[in-house]
C-alpha cells in the first residue's frame, strides 16, 4: 500500500478541515482567517492594551465618552492605534482567555464590569491593578461612572500611572 493512494472516510475530512470546507448543502461560504480576530474592536492594538466597556445603544462608545476615553489615552501618551476597544455589550460573552489568544492581550482594563463577567478564576476590586499569569489587569467602575466623579478619576489616574508607567 503506498501513502500516495489513501482514501479516507468523509466524516474524517469534516473532522480535518472543520474551519476551512464549503458547506455545499445550504451554498454558503465561511471564510475564516486565523490571523482576524472574532473579537470586534476599535483601535490599533499596536501596543497589545484592551480596553472593555459596555455600552448598548452604540457600537463603541457614545462621543461623550469617547472623548474622555482620548483624554485619558492622551494623558497616558497613548493613542487609539495603541490599544483596542472593545464593547462587552456586542458580543455578551467575551473570556480573559480570548482576550489573550485573539488580541494578544498585556494589558486589560475593564470598565463597568467584574472579574466573573470576563471569567477571570479571581475577584479584583476596583483599582486594584492585579497581575495574573502574564497580564495585568484593571477593574473599574463604568466609563460614565468615571467621567461623571472626580474622585474616580483620581483614583483611575493613580492605576493608569502604575499600569502605563507614566
Known amino acids: 500500500m503506498s501513502l500516495d493512494n489513501i482514501e479516507l472516510p468523509g466524516f474524517l475530512y469534516l473532522l480535518l478541515y472543520k474551519k476551512s470546507l464549503v458547506d455545499l448543502a445550504n451554498g454558503k461560504v465561511k471564510a475564516t ?8 474592536y476599535l483601535g490599533g492594538n499596536e501596543k497589545k492594551i484592551i480596553f472593555i466597556a459596555t455600552d448598548n445603544e452604540n457600537k463603541y462608545l457614545n462621543d461623550t465618552l469617547m472623548n474622555f476615553l482620548n483624554e485619558l489615552l492622551n494623558a497616558c501618551k497613548l493613542t487609539m492605534a495603541d490599544i483596542a476597544l472593545v464593547n462587552f455589550h456586542q458580543k455578551k460573552i467575551i473570556s480573559y482567555q ?3 489568544v485573539e488580541l494578544n492581550a ?10 466573573n463577567d470576563i471569567a477571570l478564576p479571581l475577584g479584583i476590586s476596583f483599582f486594584q491593578v ?7 489587569y484593571l477593574m473599574c467602575p463604568s466609563l460614565e461612572e468615571i467621567w461623571l466623579n472626580r474622585d474616580l478619576k483620581k483614583q483611575l489616574w493613580n492605576c493608569f500611572k502604575e499600569i502605563f508607567e507614566i
Not at 33 to 40: A, L, Q, S, V
Not at 130 to 136: A, G, I
Open 33 to 40: 482567517n486565523k490571523n482576524e480576530p472574532e473579537i470586534d
Open 130 to 136: 492585579q497581575k495574573f499569569q502574564q497580564q495585568e
Open 106 to 115: 498585556q494589558k486589560i482594563v475593564v470598565f463597568g464590569l467584574t472579574a
Open 98 to 100: 480570548e482576550l489573550i
